[in-house]
């Protein structure tokens, strides 16, 4: 049966569906909560003076405390970036959840979703400090680690003293930096 052509999107097939013709969308950029930002700074490499010999510890920094060591990679300055970026993030995806969602951004409309309270640089470090024990204590999900019950599981007390699990996946959700 030779195939006839196309008749400009008439058809006489109940099976036959036009191409959807999209129009651009002339709407205004909107201002980003992110633009409040200052600028990453620029990168400045460490001067070594000299790389042979022994091991020059930083001055004040215990080697064999692991929260002096912590200290030197996240100092207040950067605690301080990562509640202010991820604060604004959790602003910007709950006012605009459409936007958010079209950037497959993962947000939850529910009437169960909990209200956002801005983070602070402790609960950062909570929220650090269970991931570093999530690295050390793999449990093959995430809500394992807020398990009440020791039958199948080690119940994991470090991790439920720090932070609620709801919160934890709050700021997992929303932190930015």
């Not at 569906?17 to 930002?37: A, C, D, H």
Request: charged share 25%; proline share 8%; with cysteine.
């Amino acid at each position: 049966m030779p195939s006839r052509p196309m008749n400009n999107g008439r058809s006489n097939d109940h099976d036959f569906v036009p191409p959807t013709q999209y129009q651009s969308s002339t709407k205004q950029p909107r201002p980003s909560l992110l633009s409040q930002l200052e600028l990453i700074p620029k990168f400045e490499a460490m001067e070594l003076e000299d790389a042979k010999g022994s091991s020059q510890n930083l001055h004040r920094v215990d080697s064999s405390s692991p929260e002096d060591l912590f200290s030197l990679f996240f100092t207040d300055l950067v605690l301080n970036r990562i509640v202010r970026c991820t604060n604004l993030n959790a602003e910007r995806i709950r006012v605009d959840p459409v936007a958010a969602r079209a950037k497959n951004i993962r947000f939850h409309n529910s009437p169960n979703q909990q209200a956002w309270k801005p983070v602070t640089s402790s609960e950062i470090l909570g929220y650090l400090g269970i991931l570093i024990y999530m690295g050390i204590h793999v449990e093959p999900h995430i809500d394992d680690y807020w398990n009440t019950s020791d039958e199948d599981r080690p119940i994991h007390q470090p991790v439920r003293r720090t932070m609620g699990m709801h919160r934890w996946k709050q700021i997992n959700r929303y932190l930015h930096i």
